[in-house]
């Protein structure tokens, strides 16, 4: 079993849809958690960290599952600019292990 | 934000011939940096932790001698890709790691360094 599993892509949307990505990690050891964004052929960027309570940035909603292990990254009223693969990570040990990543593509 | 630059961006080299690909700290000292990979349509995997002033701490399956680790500076750290053949051609991503108030310390990302190996 993969440490960090997400949903499959690509996700096709059109602008202003809302849309869910979800995303099991297996090591219950795991302490933080955090959405990166990586657009094609560059490198990741912090999207956002991820709380047990849940938390809001603008648009973006992370939430945090620790009994079923289990994260979730929404994104409300999606933007062309949206489009970008989605990488959930966890830090074990100060090690970041990421995911395979999900491509999100928004269409006008 | 953090700034954390690579050099080169983009390498076509021989196979054979060896890579060395640099990751700076502009603007923060970090003790340690990472070395990461990224295979198309793959995800990052983490080849070695590069602690300034020791040696590196490879992930397993990462063979030492082939991608030698530098880090001879608080700023800088070196990846050595020797003997390279086209099975190396990937994308190399390295961090930068500040430490700061929470328990977290966060990791700052370079533009990454392209590699392809005919």
């Known amino acids: 079993r993969k440490e960090v599993e997400q949903d499959p892509g690509p996700f096709n949307v059109p602008e202003g849809a809302t849309v869910a990505f979800n995303c099991t990690y297996s090591?219950?050891?795991?302490?933080?958690f955090f959405w990166y964004r990586q657009d094609c052929r560059k490198e990741p960027k912090l999207l956002m960290s991820?709380?047990?309570s849940g938390n809001e940035d603008g648009r973006f909603t992370a939430q945090l599952n620790r009994a079923s292990q289990y994260i979730s990254l929404l994104i409300r009223d999606s933007k062309l600019s949206d489009s970008a693969t989605y990488l959930c990570?966890?830090?074990?040990?100060?090690?970041?292990?990421f995911g395979q990543g999900t491509e999100l593509s928004v269409k006008p | 934000g953090a700034v954390v630059s690579q050099h080169p961006s983009r390498v076509i080299c021989k196979s054979g011939t060896s890579v060395k690909i640099e990751c700076r700290s502009l603007?923060?000292?970090?003790?340690?940096m990472f070395w990461y990979r990224q295979f198309p349509k793959q995800s990052l995997m983490l080849m070695a932790t590069?602690?300034?002033?020791?040696?590196?701490?490879?992930e397993q399956g990462v063979e030492k001698d082939k991608f030698l680790i530098n880090h001879a500076s608080l700023t800088l750290s070196t990846l050595t890709v020797t003997s390279a053949h086209p099975e190396d051609s990937s994308f190399y991503i390295c961090?930068?790691?500040?430490?700061?108030?929470?328990?977290?310390?966060?990791?700052?990302f370079g533009p990454g360094t392209r590699l392809t190996v005919l």
């Open positions: 961090s930068a790691e500040r430490t700061g108030l929470s328990s977290y310390n966060e990791q700052f």
């Open positions: 090591n219950s050891a795991s302490q933080s």
């Open positions: 991820v709380y047990s």
């Open positions: 990570v966890h830090n074990q040990g100060g090690k970041l292990i």
């Open positions: 603007d923060f000292q970090a003790t340690t």
């Open positions: 590069s602690n300034e002033g020791s040696k590196a701490t490879y």
